[in-house]
């Protein structure tokens, strides 16, 4: 029988196995650097995330391991009436986790965080090369509303 899965606030020393996940894939491969300790750079990252009441990176715990992360970033906005957004990303779930309900999981332990903090609206973005990705949204709900576009400063 496998360990329940929780989900929570990360805290720094999960960062390896959050890193490690996102650079598990075809995308993650080449803009990830999963080496040990962490990049200076992803601990920078951190203690922003950290300090940023309007941020949460959280991690879905199996026993002990990291089997899911996501961070969530609440955003407040004038338009409709100064509605706040809940703004999904990063979203990963670790292989051996598939296919077992774990993403649907946290992502609805998402949702409820953004309704627990008055958000009107749930957002995320999914790369066109990941179309297993999209459909797993759609299935939740989240509908191709708007053409997202990205500008690249690097």
Not at 20 to 44: F, I, T
Not at 109 to 136: H, M, N, Y
Request: glycine share 10%; proline share 5%; aromatic share 6%.
């Amino acid at each position: 029988m496998s360990n329940p899965v929780t989900f929570r606030k990360a805290t720094r020393s999960d960062l390896p196995a959050i890193v490690a996940m996102l650079a598990d894939d075809h995308l993650g491969q080449s803009r990830e650097d999963p080496s040990s300790p962490p990049n200076q750079l992803y601990l920078a990252a951190f203690d922003a995330i950290e300090a940023d009441d309007n941020q949460l990176l959280a991690v879905a715990d199996s026993g002990g391991e990291i089997v899911g992360c996501l961070q969530l970033s609440f955003v407040p906005g004038l338009s409709r009436l100064g509605m706040w957004r809940g703004q999904i990303e990063s979203v990963r779930i670790a292989g051996s986790q598939r296919g077992q309900g774990t993403g649907r999981a946290m992502i609805e332990w998402a949702i409820d965080r953004c309704r627990a903090r008055g958000c009107k609206l749930v957002q995320l973005t999914s790369d066109k090369a990941r179309p297993d990705a999209i459909r797993f949204y759609e299935q939740l709900g989240f509908k191709a509303s708007h053409e997202g576009l990205k500008l690249s400063l690097d």
